[in-house]
């Protein structure tokens, strides 16, 4: 029997790859591979669940065995994938060779930690990048039978998200980060000083242009030192301040890797033949957008490639949605740097313009009433990958 296309990863990347393939080919041998359970979720909504109080359950969209049985794949979870041999065309899996005939890296990000989390606050201090991380943060929270103190380092879209999302669950929330204004990678000042408004005023207590020092467990609960030389006091601690693509094994491997990912071109295609990464973990002729869309349309040109059918992939003007609750955002970050921003609106209703020299509108940000004017302003955008 001939060695099956083999993807590493079921997250959305990986399913997603796996379901476009099916589209085209019902009957290739395709072996999934994944170091967690395998489950079908959306990772976007892991920061809508603790407003509605959803169970991790709630959040499982397929269970592992159901998915592999729709899309008539060999799904291997619980299995760490430890080296790829790009000459033999194997993977080792512990002390098992597994053959491929064609690999897809689909191994997304891992959270970046900027201090030590000391073990006996393991289960306090946590970042919530799966559903296993959604799990234990939901458990923890359980187990108090109360609304919770929570501190969240980090003022990102993560971050800012489950701020809005644990406020809106009842939980009293402290957020903590060396910017000064909120999203600050996805909004100019203006727009990240009205949503600081929107949170102050929904009682999340900021300290910005701050870090964390260190924890140390208080009394059942955790103390977190600021290096401004406040001390705050919390239940739990979510941590958000960052992710970084998980390269070790392409980089082990001989791969191309960039500090912003698996370096591969148009047709996803890494600097091995054969060999090909998609979603949080590549990087597309320079840009790793880290989100659902682009992510969608690779998994979508990368299907066609892998069946006979040649395709490049092509990223467009897509705004993202955060899903801030207390005041709605939509962000369309200009991916060069050399732009002014000039902003219209009042209140928490803005809309603010990145233009270049010659007037040119290279991204946008909208706030409140002004998301309204998304699609249209996304038309008069670039595309991200043209
Ligand atoms: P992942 O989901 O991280 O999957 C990686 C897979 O690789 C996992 O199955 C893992 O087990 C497996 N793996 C890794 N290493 C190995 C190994 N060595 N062996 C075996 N398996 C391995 N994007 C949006 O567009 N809109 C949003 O609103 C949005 N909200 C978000 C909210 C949160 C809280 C987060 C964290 C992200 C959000 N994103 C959002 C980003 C989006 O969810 C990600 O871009 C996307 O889910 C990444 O999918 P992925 O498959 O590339 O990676």
């Not at 929330?173 to 909120?182: C, D, G, R, W, Y």
């Not at 299907?303 to 040649?310: E, F, R, V, Y």
């Amino acid at each position: 029997m001939s060695a099956p296309l083999t993807i590493i990863g079921s997250g959305m990347a990986g399913f997603g790859l796996a379901r476009q393939l099916r589209n085209r080919d019902a009957e290739r041998p395709i072996t999934l591979i994944t170091a967690d359970g395998g489950d079908d979720y959306s990772k976007p909504l892991l920061s809508t669940g603790f407003a509605k109080r959803l169970s991790p359950e709630r959040l499982v969209a397929r269970p592992a065995l159901q998915v592999a049985q729709d899309l008539n794949v060999t799904l291997r979870t619980h299995t760490f994938v430890d080296a790829i041999d790009t000459s033999s065309r194997s993977l080792q899996l512990g002390a098992e060779t597994l053959a491929y005939d064609q690999l897809v890296l689909a191994t997304g990000a891992a959270p970046t930690l900027p201090f030590t989390i000391p073990d006996e606050l393991a289960e306090r201090v946590m970042t919530v990048n799966d559903l296993d991380d959604y799990r234990r943060f939901h458990s923890s929270l359980a187990a108090l039978q109360r609304p919770a103190k929570v501190v969240v380092v980090g003022t990102g879209l993560v971050g800012c998200e489950f701020a809005d999302d644990l406020v809106a669950g009842g939980h009293s929330v402290s957020m903590v980060a060396p910017e000064e204004i909120l999203l600050a990678r996805l909004l100019p000042a203006e727009l990240g000083r009205a949503l600081g408004d929107a949170f102050l005023e929904a009682g999340i207590q900021l300290y910005c242009g701050t870090t964390v020092s260190f924890f140390w467990h208080e009394q059942g609960a955790v103390a977190v030192k600021l290096n401004g030389g406040d001390t705050l006091h919390a239940d739990l601690v979510l941590v958000a301040t960052g992710l970084r693509p998980r390269m070790t094994l392409a980089a082990s491997a001989g791969l191309s890797v960039s500090p912003n990912g698996i370096v591969v071109d148009r047709y996803l295609e890494t600097t091995v033949r054969g060999v090909f990464a998609l979603g949080d973990v590549a990087c597309v002729d320079g840009l790793n957008a880290m989100y659902v869309q682009p992510l969608q349309a690779g998994a979508k040109a990368l299907a066609a490639t892998l069946t006979g059918s040649p395709t490049l992939v092509n990223y467009g003007p897509w705004p993202i949605m955060v899903k801030t609750s207390l005041l709605p955002i939509v962000s369309l970050p200009p991916v060069e740097s050399a732009v002014r921003w000039r902003t219209e609106g009042s209140g928490r209703d803005l809309a603010a313009f990145a233009e270049s020299d010659d007037g040119q509108l290279q991204g946008f940000a909208l706030t409140g009433d002004c998301v309204r004017r998304k699609v249209r302003l996304a038309r008069l955008a670039p595309p991200l990958l043209g």
